[in-house]
Nanobody, 123 residues
Framework: QVQVTESGGGLVQPGGSLRLSCAASDLTFNTYVMGWFRQVPGKDREFVATIGWSSSSVYYSDSVKGRFTISRDDAKSTVYLEMTSLKPEDTAVYFC????????????????WGRGTQVTVGS
């Protein structure tokens, strides 16, 4: 089963940018739909973005559309989340997710999760 590991979190000022990376262990990475979710204490995990096979089927939540960009490099088995114009409300633990289809990912069914990386937007 694929394992995923996030990196790139940190502290950034409002309006700043940050890029998250998620490296996968499985050599069949190109067969997985990948996504990013985020969670703050006391709230449910929230969908952020997803990208399908061969960078098809890209979707974003309304809260990040136009500011965040998801991409993948199948040769490196890595998915990225480029975050710009960051706001304090973007502060959360960001989780990488892998699943077989977009539907299963969005339903949180048969999903492999990373351990998360903290993103804090503040001065």
């Amino acid at each position: 089963q694929v394992q995923v590991t996030e990196s790139g979190g940190g502290l950034v000022q409002p309006g700043g940018s940050l890029r998250l990376s998620c490296a996968a262990s499985d050599l069949t990475f190109n067969t997985y739909v990948m996504g990013w979710f985020r969670q703050v204490p006391g709230k449910d995990r929230e969908f952020v973005a997803t990208i399908g096979w061969s960078s098809s089927s890209v979707y974003y939540s309304d809260s990040v559309k136009g500011r965040f960009t998801i991409s993948r490099d199948d040769a490196k088995s890595t998915v990225y989340l480029e975050m710009t114009s960051l706001k304090p409300e973007d502060t959360a633990v960001y989780f990488c997710a892998a699943s077989s289809t977009v539907a299963s990912l969005l339903k949180l069914e048969d999903v492999t999760w990373g351990r998360g990386t903290q993103v804090t937007v503040g001065s």
